[in-house]
């Protein structure tokens, strides 16, 4: 049926075909799946290195809110209301929980990473806040701050 015919440039064409044509067609499809996997791999490394630097970028963030919550609890004001409410001495008067609030809002005021700030008495009440609606009612977690402190677990 399909016989090539037996002039020289049908042959002539056959031969270039098989000896040009289809290895570079072959070796264009073989190009073509390495690209794409290359491609692929590339794209896979990238997410993983913008993963990391975020989880980098965010630990860096934490571990910064967690010293400036340290800097917090070492204000004498802090330190004198949490005595005062720890020995039970008496309520926290109004001069340091109004001294309290302002210390808050200034810190809330200086620093776009805060949002709200509270002051938690360990049964999960509001102390003090940069929202003064909030003194003196249940805090947002406050069925976590008593459940961490049932456990014993130190909580912020």
Known sequence: MLQPRKKISHRFFLAILAIVVIPIGVM????????????????F????????SKVNHLSSWLQERLGDIGVLARLPIIREVCRQFRERVDLPSEIA???LKDTLELIEGT??????LYI????GGILSSTHPELVHTQGPHAT???ER???????V
């Open 120 to 123: 938690l008495l360990p049964g």
């Open 97 to 99: 929980v109004d001294l």
């Open 149 to 155: 402190a049932q456990i014993g677990r130190a909580h």
């Open 111 to 116: 620093s776009p990473s805060y949002e709200n």
């Open 28 to 43: 264009g499809y073989e190009s073509f799946i390495l690209a794409k996997r290359t491609l692929i791999r590339l794209a």
């Open 144 to 146: 976590e701050v008593v």
């Open 45 to 52: 490394h990238h997410m993983a290195t913008v993963s990391e």
